[in-house]
């Protein structure tokens, strides 16, 4: 019987090249996205219970089988370590990741086909957060109000604040868990670190060879993860200013990701707020 492993990501943490590079191994299959498997009789999603049964029997054909990116937060912690699995975080600098996910979002938002969904997941989020919501519209983040009864396009304002909220609200769970986070700018560039990612999820039950090594990094350097790209302050700073207010604002209201960020090395984040307190 194979190993079941999750990691458990919102996004913006190379999950598809992860997922990928992974399932490349002989012996192991990834999924990524999935709350449900295209093999089963309903294409709907279940519960992460249910789908931790679901890599446990797969398993048992003789493969470690996990998956990615489709449940966040601590959601699948107890389910895959009560089956004695191995569950843990991919993270990245928040400023990079929001920025990489607000990118994402915004783009797919144009998209036609894309209009009801996100007018629906920003309709919810809005209800939601009602207090959250006014307080940013007092503390003046948004320069004109926000617009959820569009019939036709997508308020940025509104999609940006869903964006760092969801961000920090899934990476507030890490702070509460004692399983181990695992940084996208050292696993897609360091084999020493993909190796160490790779052996914790597989509870080194397999080999991570040179040669599967060699072509894990072949792919990677398609990743466009792996791009040289601007510093957290450097980045920040080519926000607007109410995006800066935001989240300043936020992240205030979770502020042990502070130390987090500090401790696991993204000392710029503590920079940045300060920055942003001082005016």
């Not at 998956?67 to 991919?90: C, N, Q, R, S, V």
């Not at 509104?158 to 760092?164: K, P």
């Not at 109410?242 to 920079?271: C, T, V």
Request: proline residues 2%; glycine residues 6%; negative net charge.
């Amino acid at each position: 019987m194979g190993n079941i492993f999750y990691g458990s990501s919102w996004g913006g943490t190379a999950t598809s090249w992860l997922a990928k590079v992974l399932s490349m191994h002989d012996d192991l299959q990834c999924y990524h996205g999935a709350r449900y498997f295209k093999d089963s009789q309903n294409n709907e999603d279940i519960s992460g219970l249910n789908f931790a049964e679901e890599l446990k029997r797969k398993a048992q054909k003789g493969l470690c089988v996990g998956g990615i990116h489709g449940y966040h937060g601590d959601h699948m912690e107890k389910p895959i370590t009560d089956l004695g699995g191995a569950f843990g975080f991919l993270t990245r600098d928040p400023i990079q990741r929001i920025s990489s996910l607000f990118n994402h979002h915004l783009t797919n938002s144009k998209n036609p086909e894309n209009f009801t969904t996100y007018k629906n997941m920003l309709d919810t989020f809005n209800n939601l957060n009602d207090e959250m919501m006014q307080y940013l519209i007092e503390s003046g983040c948004f320069t004109k109000a926000l617009d959820s009864n569009s019939t036709d396009t997508i308020d940025e304002n509104m999609l940006f604040t869903w964006n760092i909220g969801h961000a920090l609200l899934f990476e507030s769970s890490v702070l509460n868990s004692k399983s181990p986070t695992f940084k996208m700018e050292e696993f897609t560039t360091n084999p020493e670190k993909f190796k160490e990612l790779f052996n914790y999820f597989t509870q080194e039950s397999l080999t991570c060879s040179k040669n599967y090594l060699d072509k894990v990094f072949a792919v990677g350097k398609n990743n466009t993860h792996r791009k040289t790209r601007l510093t957290s302050v450097d980045e920040f700073n080519r926000w607007r200013e109410n995006q800066k207010l935001i989240f300043y604002i936020l992240i205030k209201n979770n502020s042990a990701l502070l130390d987090y960020y500090d401790a696991i090395g993204y000392p710029a984040i503590k920079h940045i707020f300060k920055m942003i307190e001082k005016g």
